[in-house]
């Protein structure tokens, strides 16, 4: 019996996926580098990247079905991953460049250009651990690789739900206060790059892969 | 929440070899990219840049192996330059494993190139490298200066192809200023006059640049102490590049960050 926890990255086209899958299979993920439909929805864990342009990704996404797998994985209750520009397009909508795109929508907001005097946000920076992360545990105070100009500044959601648990939000600033990291239930999702990001990074994928069964 | 200074060790690439002399013990073979890359990583690099200087193109797929096994072992970001000539170079080097491709020479003859890369692949992994030097300046490793007519450019500073042998005449600060405006994601600064001298960066030539563009800037040559660093950054250099130092010990890498947060400047630690 595998008892590693198998992982698709979901290789649409875009990005240094084969990064992500290396750093993947270091934390100990049998990894699959695939865009088949199937393969990513029955995997333990799907890893979506993403650089670049968010109408390009989209394009990407929606040649691959990429908006139903995510959905379909998430009514079953199983693990999705965004990275980068693979996390913006789970928001509703990015503005570049004056182009409106539509976006996945699991959460409301706008993905915008931030506002700070050298862009892109290009580095190791710290960031404003939800409390209770599991994501960020044991690195809560390290640095992390992002490489971006685009991000989501205003967080739409209330910080506490009713009757479920509301998503955990990790803040970082440069210029202006932007979402770093994103855990909702099966659904997370960073804005810096784990795969890039050493040590700290590894045991990001790390407690990402612990939840996975 | 501060960005860290990138501290960044850059490797010469001969076929597959490195080429600068290094000098480190408990290195299985010191002339190992791949090993010298996870050996730099575990220091503290915050980003790594192999210069791929093999003249025959036969052996370019040495580079793309050494990139592809370098980017499996070690997750920081890694940027690759050096003969970089046509959207497929670029492809292939980011297919490899490369998260940035440098661009050097072959934008100055054709700078359109900077922008279909940039396009297609995202600026955040377009790196326009400028070799810049001053113009009538001092003369370093007797090297002869072929300047097209030894006018001065606007700003004393023009682009040099050839290691710095050779002027073309175009002005750097406007350079640099042109690559951001084609959608680069940053310009990788090497100064040909401190190149080699171990005197301190070139700290007008980073001033001049980081004032033309808000793109980041990595300040690179002329780095001969660990004291050398934070003047480039206080200049206005978003990361510090260098070879030799590093690589005959000189300095490490550590040190490099001490000066820095001494100097007020964040950097990022590792244990």
């Known amino acids: ?213 | 929440m501060t960005l860290a200074v990138r501290v960044i060790p850059c490797l010469d690439v001969d076929a597959g070899r490195v080429v600068k002399g290094v000098n480190f013990e408990n290195l299985r073979d010191a002339g190992d990219p791949v090993e010298l890359a996870k050996l730099y990583g575990e220091m503290g690099a915050d980003e790594l840049v192999f210069l791929d200087i093999t003249a025959s193109s036969g052996n370019r797929e040495t580079t793309y192996d050494i990139v592809r096994r370098t980017a499996d072992q070690v997750f920081i970001p890694l940027t690759v330059g050096g003969g970089v000539r046509t959207v497929e170079d670029v492809d292939k080097l980011l297919r490899s494993g490369a998260d940035k491709v440098g661009i050097n020479t072959a934008a100055i003859s054709r700078p359109d190139f900077l922008q279909e890369a940039a396009k297609r692949f995202g600026s955040q992994c377009i790196v326009l490298s400028v070799d810049a030097r001053r113009v009538n300046g001092k003369v370093n490793n007797q090297l002869s200066l072929q300047t097209n007519d030894g006018t001065a450019t606007p700003s004393g500073f023009e682009v040099t192809t050839h290691g710095g042998r050779q002027g073309t005449g175009i002005d750097a600060i406007e350079w640099a200023t042109r690559g951001a405006e084609l959608g680069v994601g940053e310009i990788l600064l090497n100064s040909m006059d401190a190149d080699g001298t171990k005197d301190g960066f070139d700290l007008e030539l980073i001033s001049l640049v980081r004032k033309a563009v808000s793109i980041p800037v990595i300040a690179s040559g002329g780095a001969g102490k660990a004291s050398d660093f934070a003047p480039a950054v206080q200049a206005g250099a978003d990361a510090v590049l260098a070879a030799s130092v590093f690589h005959f010990g000189t300095v490490s890498i550590a040190e490099v960050k001490r000066e820095l947060a001494a100097a007020q400047l964040t950097v990022r630690q590792v244990n």
């Open chain 1, 1 to 213: 019996m595998n008892s590693r926890p198998s992982v698709v990255v979901f290789d649409y086209g875009s990005g240094n996926v084969r990064s992500a899958q290396r750093a993947l299979e270091h934390v100990g993920a049998e990894v699959t580098l695939t865009s088949d439909f199937e393969t990513a929805l029955n995997a333990d864990g799907l890893f979506v990247p993403g650089v670049g342009a968010f109408d390009a990704c989209m394009q990407g996404i929606n040649k691959y079905k990429g908006g139903e797998l995510v959905d379909r994985r998430l009514a079953g209750g199983r693990a999705v991953f965004g990275v980068c520009v693979g996390m913006q397009i789970l928001f509703d909508q990015g503005v570049e460049h004056g182009i409106e795109t539509r976006g996945l929508g699991q959460w409301p907001g706008v993905v915008e250009k931030l506002t700070a005097d050298v862009l892109p946000h290009m580095g190791w920076n710290t960031v404003s651990v939800a409390p209770n992360s599991k994501l960020f545990a044991g690195v809560e105070s390290e640095r992390f690789y992002f490489v971006h100009s685009y991000g989501v500044t205003k967080w739409l959601l209330p910080d506490e739900f009713e009757k479920t648990k509301a998503p955990q939000v990790t803040w970082c600033e440069y210029g202006e206060k932007f979402v770093a990291a994103v855990e909702n239930g099966p659904l997370v999702a960073t804005q810096f790059h784990p795969e890039k990001s050493g040590d700290a990074g590894l045991q990001v994928l790390q407690n990402w892969l612990k939840g996975l069964k």
